[in-house]
């Protein structure tokens, strides 16, 4: 049997990438493809924080990351392995994580800020996919999670945003950029351009991968 085809997709906080990425899942049927994240990878630390070294902990940086464990589930899945995995529950010390049933597929997905920074999953990709957005949007987008969705302050997301995203995306992310196969820019409010893109790149996988 071929070797699983395996895409990296990589974007900055409020690229963009998560919408993008449900979209372009939503081309394919769960036989077809599978997702790994970066972010179910954290190492945890939130049990053992108050609130003000929560806000203070940077979680932007690559050692934050359990590489060595998400390297090897890359692996598992390229050898056609089943991996099972705590979700990751954004530092919520009241959540109860879920564990994760991740089965392999002909395409493997995977998905995170360091993806491409980490040189040993990087280099197994065969699509490397880069979801940007411009500054002003990206924090915008940032703004409405967080205040809403995650409950933080405004000073909380202006604090790690400042201090945390914008140096991590410049040092870990933004140099690979132009190494990538394929840099979708999502500055619009409309799904229509998402839509549109990753309906022509699951196309493309279509006629290479299942044809």
Not at 80 to 88: A, N
Request: proline share 4%; net charge negative.
């Amino acid at each position: 049997m071929n070797k699983p085809y395996i895409i990296g997709i990589a974007g900055g906080s409020g690229s963009g990438k998560t919408f993008f990425l449900n979209r372009f899942l939503d081309h394919f049927t769960p036989d077809e493809v599978c997702l790994l994240s970066q972010d179910d990878y954290y190492i945890p630390v939130a049990h053992n924080m108050t609130a003000e070294e929560n806000k203070l902990y940077n979680f932007d940086l690559p050692r934050t990351i359990d590489y060595e464990q998400f390297e090897q589930d890359v692996s598992k899945l390229l050898n056609r392995e089943v991996i099972y995995k705590k979700e990751y529950t954004f530092n919520n010390t009241n959540a109860i994580p879920k564990i994760l049933e991740i089965k392999p597929a002909p395409i493997i997905i995977v998905e995170g800020l360091f993806i491409l920074h980490f040189k040993g999953i990087a280099d197994l990709f065969d699509l490397k996919i880069f979801v940007d957005a411009d500054e002003d949007i990206a924090l915008q987008r940032r703004l409405k999670r967080d205040l809403l969705e995650r409950g933080y302050s405004n000073d909380d997301v202006m604090y790690k945003w400042i201090n945390h995203v914008v140096p991590a995306y410049k040092e870990f992310l933004l140099p690979y950029k132009d190494c990538c196969h394929k840099i979708i820019v999502n500055n619009t409010q409309t799904a229509a351009g998402i839509l549109a893109v990753t309906k022509e790149i699951s196309k493309e996988l279509r006629t290479k991968i299942f044809s």
